[in-house]
């Protein structure tokens, strides 16, 4: 069983920046593929970032260029680091886990744990 736990969401003015962390348990985290994705209010969530095994990085077009997806594999976490926010930046967060030795592909049935979310919320 792998835990997820994200933190550093909040309140931020647009064009500000932020840095998620996923932080998960377990040994084999060094093989697992990340990704993060989120929910706005209404919709479906959605793939932002991810980030394969081999640290090979894959982004949403909406977030290419601004959002950066890494991993530090001796602190079993993943970071997102999200610059120059916009108001459709705002949603829950959520940091995702696919324990097959993956790709970090873009649907959510990829994935095999969650976290419980955290809420970015950027003002105009």
């Known amino acids: 069983q792998v835990q997820l736990v994200e933190s550093g969401g909040g309140l931020v003015q647009a064009g500000g920046s932020l840095r998620l962390s996923c932080a998960a348990s377990?040994?084999?985290?060094?093989?697992?593929?990340m990704g993060w994705f989120r929910q706005a209010p209404g919709k479906e969530r959605e793939f932002v970032a991810g980030?394969?095994?081999?640290?090979?990085?894959y982004y949403a077009d909406s977030v290419k260029g601004r959002f950066t997806i890494s991993r530090d594999d001796a602190k079993n976490t993943v970071y997102l680091q999200m610059t120059s926010l916009k108001p459709e930046d705002t949603a829950v967060y959520y940091c995702?886990?696919?324990?097959?030795?993956?790709?970090?592909?873009?649907?959510?049935?990829?994935?095999?744990?969650w976290g419980q979310g955290t809420q970015v919320t950027v003002s105009s």
């Open positions: 995702a886990a696919d324990s097959s030795r993956g790709r970090a592909g873009k649907l959510t049935t990829m994935y095999d744990y």
């Open positions: 980030i394969s095994w081999s640290g090979n990085t």
């Open positions: 377990g040994r084999t985290f060094s093989t697992y593929a």
